[in-house]
């Protein structure tokens, strides 16, 4: 017969060990911010942080600046570092001390959904960090050329008349082909069930994610094995992949090493691209189809979305702001008609670089970087314990609007690193690319994100060739304020309206440039 005397008598005692093993658990020594963070209440918490985390990040940072704070989230305790001595300390630990893949793996279940080894080997992150970054000179070229090609396509006005454009869902696709130039080649990066297939599988993947925390009770690779939609998106995707993965397979066995259309430069020819550079490793290793299209899929993923967000996010700034837009436009009409659309040239726009900086400092896609895992028990310099297999984080989007870091913190002010490069006669130190313990929108430290001087040079692309060729504004003064989720910034969703400017740009470049 069933006791529910029992069943309660057991319950209790649970309960109370989970009481007594919190109270000699170092987690008990670190200041909660959000709630309690006793046993229970503690889920409590982690539904109110999902609702308010910029709010409670920014309320831990003021109060325990300079430590580190805990926030309860509905699967488990995120530990977040505040101030620039933390933030370094952050940095300098080891890889098997804080893991920033396991953080990753974790968040995002990527050894249920991609397969252990693309996590635990992934040269994929080496090629954006080395062949991609050096290349960049030799690669604008195809991108320009895409860019000239795709633009008109996806904003398609009329003369003087005003065309209403959805941004986000234009700059993903716009971003996904020219993106996919340099990562597949021509013409297949104009393949829309190819570009259908990159863009889904980013947005599947975050849907994953923020399912898995509504089922906290079920662990994590069971919940992906049986409901990840990212996971069946790239078994999907591998037949559209194939094609292009069997012909470079064939130029390579024709051709070999001797292929005399390779350069010594990888100079992206037809053949010759990001997938190329990937079955250079992948053939010897005799990897599979699906495993290459996990690398070129995780390679869109960190190329794609982020990107297409920031630029949204720049081209709302400026629709609301428009009187920066001329002084843009001088720069970059100036700059290109001197030398051509070239990573010199782009290397030149200040103006342009310091809207991209201060767009990420204030309106970045994320509130929180440098996400890692702690793999051992971690104390920090003033003593406090990090336990082990716990997640750790910086508080950027508090780090940013801090008055004491930034002058009028909460104003969007696209010159105001611009100034300051002029002002302190350091060149490079507040770049767009530049990180530092006070500006963290792409981490800080060796593992900073490794594509941001493809995307950087990508974004300045994008962005000059629409400031010299639209003018844009405000869908019926529809406002736009931010509005975060959880981690996260919900990018507008609205439109604005195009058409074209009254002085049209030759597209030109030299490919002889720097």
Known sequence: MFDIA???????????????????????AIPTVGGSS????????GRRFRQNARELLQEGYKK??????????????????????????????????LSLSEALSQNFQMKVIMGSKVVTHSYHIGLVKNELTDNIKEILPDLIDELSLAVPEYIPTKGSEWTKVNVLATM????????????VGAPACRNKEYLGYATSYTTKLIKDVKFFRTIPWIPKPIAAWLFSDARKTLRKGVSILKPMIDERKAMMAKWGDDWQDKPASLRLVEGNDFLRWIL?????????????????MNTNLASILSTAITMTNAFFLLAQNPEYIGPLRTEIQSVIEEGGWTKASFGRMSKVDSLLKET????????????RRTLKDIKLHDGT?????????????????DGAVYEDADRFDPFRFARMREAEGDATKHQFVHTSANYLSFGHGRHACPGRFFVANEMKALLSYVLLNYDFKMSDDWPWTPNYKGLGLIPPLGSLLFKNAKTRCIMRWLRGGN
Not at 6 to 27: E, G, M, Q, Y
Not at 38 to 45: K, Q
Not at 173 to 179: C, F, H, N, P, V
Not at 361 to 371: K, L
């Open 280 to 296: 250079d490793i992948a053939v010897p290793e005799k990897e599979t189809d699906l495993e290459i299209a996990v690398r070129l």
């Open 360 to 371: 990420l400092r204030g309106w970045n896609i994320g509130i929180s970087t440098m996400r």
């Open 64 to 97: 325990y600046y300079g430590s580190v704070f805990k926030v309860a989230m509905t699967d488990q305790w995120i530990y977040v570092a505040s101030g620039p001595k933390m933030i370094e300390e952050i940095r300098s630990w080891r890889d098997d001390e």
């Open 38 to 45: 006793l046993p229970i209440l503690s889920y409590f918490a």
């Open 172 to 183: 993903r696709t716009l971003l996904a082909r020219i993106s996919n130039r340099v990562f």
């Open 385 to 401: 314990v990090i336990p082990r297999d716990t997640l750790i984080m910086a508080a950027t989007s508090a780090t940013h609007t």
């Open 6 to 28: 029992a069943v309660l008598w057991t319950l209790a005692a649970l309960l109370l060990v989970s009481i007594v093993k919190w109270c000699f658990s170092p987690i008990h």
